[in-house]
């Protein structure tokens, strides 16, 4: 697997990337920041996608980047400062940079997928990262509707085998996590993960829990993501006696795919039952926890689509889970939904 060109690639650009968006967290968050500044987050996704387009084009080309931010948003005059600050974040893994380069590259992220492409989520959780909680940089290869290639850089995570979920490693080394269809998923510390020292990496295989009344069942924390009855009443289903963990971004496949949950479940909102998943928030995550023994499909047991768009638009929802308990939770689901 680590002799592939497009892993060397997708390693190195999620390593950078994660560094990046550390050192803006690093620089741009303080005690003094307001609930409604959101500016470091919104350096660091784009910094960040800047950063792995202008990989991605001195490395692939000819295969486009379905990226989550837009170029024009930073070209309005009131973005000026966010543009200076992109631009001097950018300009310390690429010199020279001007900002109109990282526009450029920004907006090569606006691409419409094709027969092969990559996706990123530059900074999945963005809640979590202006928190200081959990948040990832995501990056995936997608061939004709499959994921080849999947990578998460957990900045917040220390180790997926043992989560401090509730006091994230934010000064630590992070987590990498690198996954191919047949390749098994593998994790390494962020900042020792390099082709220089494979032996830093660990293979993760899911949990053996096959008992509804012991998993351990992950939720967004973002009440606006989930639908959090439905999720209390399916706990209540399964006669689950672990009380669900709220947590951030696609760390949570990373846990699961460790083995230290064993369902994760995305429903619904009421106020937005026509909610489409996008590719970038579950095209990594859910080759990840494949690879290490888990299942993922949507609410009515399907496949995730990455083939038609920006959006899982044939799929309703997310159940992943460690693959034991996965028909229990769509028969579950299906009696709390009828």
Same mark, same amino acid.
């Given at each position: 697997?680590?002799? $592939?060109?497009?892993?060397?690639?997708?390693?190195?650009?999620?390593?950078?990337?994660?560094?990046?968006?550390?050192? /803006?967290?690093? #620089?741009?968050? $303080?005690?003094?920041?307001?609930?409604?500044?959101?500016?470091?987050?919104? =350096?660091?996704?784009?910094?960040?996608?800047?950063?792995?387009?202008?990989?991605?084009?001195?490395?692939?080309?000819?295969?486009?980047?379905?990226?989550?931010?837009?170029?024009?948003?930073?070209?309005?005059?009131?973005?000026?400062?966010?543009?200076?600050?992109?631009?001097?974040?950018?300009?310390?893994?690429?010199?020279? /940079?001007?900002?109109?380069?990282?526009?450029?590259?920004?907006?090569?992220?606006?691409?419409?997928?094709?027969?092969?492409?990559?996706?990123?989520?530059? =900074?999945?959780?963005?809640? !979590?990262?202006?928190?200081?909680? @959990?948040?990832? /940089?995501?990056?995936?290869?997608?061939?004709?509707?499959?994921?080849?290639?999947?990578?998460?850089?957990?900045?917040?995570?220390?180790?997926?085998?043992?989560?401090?979920?509730?006091?994230?490693?934010?000064?630590?080394?992070? $987590?990498?996590?690198?996954?191919?269809? !047949?390749?098994?998923?593998?994790?390494?510390?962020?900042?020792?993960?390099?082709?220089? +020292?494979?032996?830093?990496?660990?293979?993760?295989?899911?949990?053996?829990?096959?008992?509804?009344?012991?998993?351990?069942?992950?939720?967004?924390? #973002?009440?606006?993501?989930? +639908?959090?009855?439905?999720?209390?009443?399916?706990? /209540?289903?399964?006669?689950?006696?672990?009380?669900? =963990?709220?947590?951030?971004?696609?760390?949570?496949?990373?846990?699961?795919?460790?083995?230290?949950?064993?369902?994760?479940?995305?429903?619904?909102?009421?106020?937005?039952?026509?909610?489409? #998943?996008?590719?970038?928030? @579950?095209?990594?995550?859910?080759?990840?926890? #494949?690879?290490?023994?888990?299942?993922?499909?949507?609410?009515?047991?399907?496949?995730?689509?990455?083939? =038609?768009?920006?959006?899982?638009?044939? +799929?309703?929802?997310?159940?992943?889970? +460690?693959?034991?308990?996965?028909?229990?939770?769509?028969?579950?689901?299906?009696?709390?939904?009828?």
């Amino acid at each position: 697997m680590f002799d $592939s060109l497009e892993v060397k690639f997708a390693m190195r650009a999620v390593c950078q990337a994660a560094q990046l968006v550390r050192t /803006v967290q690093a #620089e741009m968050i $303080s005690p003094a920041l307001t609930k409604e500044d959101r500016s470091p987050v919104t =350096v660091a996704d784009f910094a960040a996608q800047a950063l792995v387009a202008q990989l991605l084009a001195e490395t692939f080309a000819d295969q486009p980047l379905v990226g989550e931010e837009q170029a024009a948003v930073l070209r309005e005059p009131e973005q000026h400062e966010h543009l200076r600050r992109v631009t001097e974040f950018v300009g310390r893994y690429v010199a020279d /940079v001007t900002s109109e380069q990282a526009l450029e590259w920004i907006a090569l992220g606006e691409a419409e997928p094709t027969d092969l492409f990559w996706t990123l989520d530059p =900074v999945d959780g963005t809640k !979590g990262f202006l928190r200081g909680d @959990q948040y990832v /940089v995501a990056l995936a290869q997608i061939e004709r509707g499959e994921v080849k290639v999947a990578v998460l850089g957990c900045p917040g995570l220390a180790d997926a085998h043992r989560p401090n979920i509730n006091e994230p490693d934010i000064n630590g080394q992070g $987590s990498l996590l690198v996954a191919t269809p !047949g390749g098994g998923t593998w994790t390494a510390p962020l900042e020792e993960a390099s082709l220089e +020292n494979l032996a830093a990496f660990r293979r993760l295989h899911v949990s053996d829990i096959d008992d509804p009344r012991r998993a351990r069942l992950l939720r967004s924390v #973002e009440a606006a993501h989930t +639908n959090m009855g439905g999720i209390g009443a399916l706990a /209540v289903e399964l006669a689950t006696e672990v009380e669900a =963990v709220p947590m951030d971004s696609q760390a949570k496949y990373a846990v699961l795919a460790a083995g230290e949950a064993e369902l994760l479940v995305r429903l619904l909102s009421p106020t937005r039952p026509d909610y489409r #998943e996008k590719i970038w928030d @579950q095209a990594a995550g859910s080759l990840i926890l #494949e690879e290490a023994g888990g299942r993922i499909t949507d609410l009515d047991g399907r496949s995730l689509d990455f083939s =038609v768009g920006r959006t899982l638009a044939k +799929n309703r929802g997310i159940l992943a889970t +460690n693959g034991r308990l996965h028909d229990a939770a769509l028969a579950a689901l299906s009696r709390i939904s009828a």
